[in-house]
């Protein structure tokens, strides 16, 4: 326990460092009111994209792009979302992209952001997936199982904007042994903290919703967090998603997960896996996550 508190006391630390630059932008802070608000539609989401110049071009960008193919060009963010992303999808990725603007990874090399932003949209998609046979998740869990997914490792950016020499020195000791689960080990010997527990750590002061924090802290602590059940579904995901990279024998066991969500384990895993025209989407997305 004595441990646990240490890395906490650690993490908060870096988080405090974090919140000593520019507050979370305001983008991000209005768009989270739309996540309490059960009338939310395009035109208020519209309302909040409108005012970030930067985020309405990339999602005007995404909507016009070879991908979804339209007859006719959309030519406003109102129409984006009607016609194309949807509000639910739009609404995940304004405060991804506006969380983004905190951050400044170019220092370090190794942190992939296209790669981060494809495994954070793949995790998203699984949770998606996952909540839709959940019987027992409730309507805060369905309408937040998106954004948690696509939300879930904003703590490895954070490493790697506070610390890159050493965040890039841990990346690549794990590029060359990319064990699942290692990673947070890796962190743990040379932060003394980790990615999971500086996401935890965000969320709470950043004041996400509580149950994406919650599911959070669960991944960081699952022992201490253990009635956190949006926590299940983005660990499932994380999990499936990374186990889908790579042969079968690496992969991690899901039946820990899966048995709390009344899921089979190789359910869990099918649930990772994408067809190609999904995948291009996920891929459009990711790509004009980071221009």
């Given at each position: 326990?004595?441990a646990?508190?240490?890395?906490?006391?650690?993490a908060a630390r870096?988080?405090?460092?974090i919140?000593?630059?520019?507050?979370l932008p305001?983008?991000?802070?209005k768009i989270?009111t739309?996540f309490?608000?059960?009338?939310i539609d395009?035109?208020?989401v519209?309302?909040?994209v409108?005012?970030?110049?930067?985020?309405c071009?990339?999602?005007?960008?995404?909507s016009?792009s070879?991908?979804?193919?339209?007859a006719?060009p959309?030519?406003?963010i109102s129409?984006?979302?009607?016609?194309?992303?949807?509000?639910d999808?739009v609404?995940?990725?304004?405060l991804?992209?506006?969380?983004q603007q905190s951050f400044?990874s170019k220092?370090c090399?190794?942190f992939?952001?296209?790669?981060?932003?494809l495994?954070s949209?793949?995790t998203?998609e699984?949770?998606?997936?996952?909540?839709?046979?959940?019987?027992?998740a409730d309507d805060?869990?369905?309408?937040?199982?998106?954004?948690?997914?696509?939300?879930h490792?904003l703590?490895?950016?954070?490493?790697?904007?506070?610390d890159?020499?050493?965040?890039?020195?841990?990346l690549r000791?794990h590029?060359?042994?990319p064990?699942p689960d290692?990673?947070?080990?890796?962190f743990a010997?040379?932060f003394?903290?980790?990615?999971?527990?500086?996401t935890a750590e965000?969320?709470?002061?950043?004041s996400?919703?509580v149950p994406m924090?919650?599911?959070?802290?669960?991944?960081a602590f699952p022992?201490s967090?253990?009635?956190a059940r949006?926590?299940f579904i983005?660990?499932?995901?994380v999990?499936?998603?990374e186990?889908?990279e790579?042969e079968?024998?690496?992969?991690?066991?899901l039946t820990?997960?899966?048995?709390?969500l009344?899921?089979a384990?190789?359910?869990?895993q099918?649930?990772a896996?994408?067809?190609?025209k999904q995948?291009?989407?996920?891929?459009?997305?990711?790509s004009?996550?980071?221009?």
């Open positions: 326990m004595t646990a508190t240490n890395i906490t006391e650690t870096f988080a405090e460092s919140m000593a630059l520019p507050p305001a983008t991000a802070q989270l739309c309490g608000d059960e009338f395009a035109v208020k519209a309302a909040v409108e005012g970030d110049p930067g985020i071009a990339k999602l005007l960008g995404l016009n070879a991908y979804f193919g339209l006719e959309v030519n406003n129409e984006a979302i009607s016609r194309v992303l949807g509000v999808t609404r995940s990725l304004v991804a992209m506006a969380i400044n220092d090399p190794s992939d952001v296209e790669r981060f932003w495994q949209l793949l998203a699984c949770c998606k997936r996952i909540v839709a046979e959940d019987a027992e805060a869990d369905r309408d937040l199982a998106y954004s948690a997914g696509l939300c490792n703590g490895l950016m954070a490493l790697a904007h506070i890159p020499e050493r965040t890039n020195a841990v000791k590029q060359k042994s064990v290692s990673l947070a080990g890796l010997d040379a003394e903290t980790d990615h999971k527990i500086m965000l969320g709470r002061t950043w996400l919703p924090v919650a599911s959070y802290q669960f991944r022992a967090h253990c009635d949006l926590g983005v660990a499932a995901a999990s499936a998603v186990n889908a790579l079968e024998e690496q992969r991690a066991d820990a997960l899966a048995a709390p009344d899921i384990a190789q359910r869990l099918e649930m896996v994408f067809e190609e995948k291009e989407r996920v891929q459009s997305l990711a004009n996550m980071t221009r």
